[in-house]
């Protein structure tokens, strides 16, 4: 994965040279945009691979360059929102946003999620269902199979959808709201309760590995270790 193009839309030229610097690292094209009439133009023109976008931007803002941007076109967009609101992360969602972070965040979450993101764009594209391999768990999305040290372990469906999004963001620290998104949808208005009792079902389930476990990230989340 690497030479794919991504458009950086933020007022703050800080963020958009940190962004460049992390994502330039990682092999990939950064482009950039400080208002949302430029991003408009573009993300219609130059057709990038996928979009940072903050939510607050002169000229348009975030929200109407995703409304824009979806009535056109299926380019994933991560959502950046100042604010930690539930308000913003859901309309943001619900304008068809693929993801979202809160600022200030980790840069390398970003590329971790960008890589995320990409590749279920790249499976879905190619039809690529081959099994993927963290340590001693080998699982298979075609046939919702999980293989642990060996051996062939049942879950559910959640459980199997979660323990794919740990796998595709492996090394990184998800918050229960962003598993809440991720494996529910942003329509799904559960507590972050429902996590935490899933995530202690697929320990169990993944008990067996020696090399592979859910680590908690105490007042944060969990990440998905080797």
């Known amino acids: 994965m690497a030479g794919e193009r991504i458009l950086v839309v933020d007022d703050e030229a800080n963020i958009i040279d940190l962004v460049k610097l992390y994502l330039e690292r990682e092999g990939f094209k950064v482009e950039s945009a400080s208002d949302g009439v430029i991003a408009c133009e573009k993300i219609h023109t130059n057709e990038p691979d996928l979009v940072v976008l903050d939510i607050m931007l002169p000229g348009m803002d975030g929200f109407e360059v995703c409304r824009q941007t979806r009535a056109k076109s299926e380019v994933p967009i991560i959502m950046l929102t100042a604010r930690d609101e539930d308000f913003d992360k859901i309309v943001g969602l619900e304008l068809g946003a693929d993801d979202y972070m809160t600022k200030p965040f980790n840069p390398r979450e ?33 046939r919702r199979e999980v293989i642990v040290a060996g051996e062939p372990v049942a879950l559910r469906a959640k459980e199997f959808d979660l323990l794919m999004t740990f796998f595709e963001h492996r090394g990184f620290v998800l918050t229960r709201e962003q598993l809440l998104n991720l494996v529910w949808g942003f329509d799904f208005y559960g507590q972050t309760r429902t996590v935490d009792v899933h995530v202690a079902h697929v320990r169990k389930r993944i008990a067996g590995s020696q090399s592979v476990r859910i680590e908690t990230v105490t007042g944060v989340g969990y990440k998905l270790v080797e």
């Open 110 to 142: 970003l590329v971790a999620r960008v890589k995320a993101i990409l590749r279920r764009v790249d499976r879905v594209e190619r039809n690529d269902d081959r099994p993927l391999q963290a340590g001693d768990i080998k699982i298979d999305p075609a």
